[in-house]
């Protein structure tokens, strides 16, 4: 059973309407769990920073037991969830991270070298 949590600074009213059900079948998707088994919370509003900026960002963490699989898997399923909260958002890349397993995606991290086994996975 996946579990995601959106994690936004964006007003409530600044979130696209019916966003958590498409996260919810985009995540089914990409995932290949049927959707009434995908749990999304989408959280808005929050003080965050991401590379020290306040500006418009979001943070997307995905939890699923039988799905987290290689570094390849997760991989191609984070460049997906990047790719659906960049557009949905309409967020820079820079403005957008997350951790899918073990898996820690962020335009930062290349530009950066941040090595994925440093940060701390969500499970």
């Not at 998707?29 to 965050?48: E, H, Q, Y």
Request: glycine content about 8%; charged content about 15%; aromatic content about 6%.
């Amino acid at each position: 059973m996946p579990f995601l949590e959106l994690h936004t600074n964006f007003p409530a009213n600044r979130v696209p309407a019916g966003l958590e059900k498409r996260l919810c079948a985009v995540a089914a998707s990409i995932l290949g769990k049927p959707a009434d088994l995908v749990n999304v919370t989408v959280r808005p509003g929050l003080a965050m920073a991401l590379s020290g900026s306040t500006e418009p960002c979001a943070q997307l963490s995905v939890s699923s037991i039988g799905v987290v699989g290689t570094a390849e898997d997760n991989r191609s399923h984070s460049a997906h969830f990047f790719e659906f909260l960049t557009k949905e958002l309409a967020l820079g890349q820079d403005r957008c991270a997350g951790v899918v397993g073990p898996e820690y995606y962020s335009k930062t991290q290349s530009e950066h070298s941040i090595p994925a086994n440093s940060l701390k996975p969500n499970t």
